[in-house]
């Protein structure tokens, strides 16, 4: 551990890559992987590329909200895919709850409903 940052053997093995998870999973972040392979530079460009496909699916999505609402129609935006936003009844604060379809799609590895975010 004091040759990693004196991180913890748990926080070292966290980011550790798995086999049969979705394609959204942070440890697949290819600009992760590459900076962990110490490829610095590599990995900063991807980070970059990255981030601005983030930007652009933002544009879209703004622009066809703007564009629905021209027309009159209704537009729900993004909706995540496993877990949806309640107001916890104690704190009143929002959260996000697991509403399920994960490992259902984990066994089958059936992901054709994830979006291409790398």
Do not use: H
């Not at 622009?63 to 729900?76: H, R």
Request: with cysteine.
């Amino acid at each position: 551990a004091e040759n990693m940052y004196f991180f913890s053997d748990l926080a070292l093995t966290l980011n550790e890559p798995e086999e049969r998870v979705a394609p959204t999973d942070s440890r697949l972040r290819p600009d992760q992987r590459l900076m962990e392979s110490g490829r610095w530079d590599e990995a900063n460009v991807e980070k970059q590329r990255l981030e601005e496909k983030q930007r652009a699916v933002r544009r879209r999505r703004e622009a066809e909200a703007v564009e629905a609402l021209e027309e009159g129609k209704d537009y729900e935006g993004y909706i995540p895919l496993w877990f949806e936003r309640k107001v916890d009844a104690v704190t009143g604060e929002l959260i996000c709850v697991y509403k399920g379809g994960y490992w259902e799609a984990k066994d089958k590895q059936d992901w054709s409903t994830c979006p291409d975010i790398f």
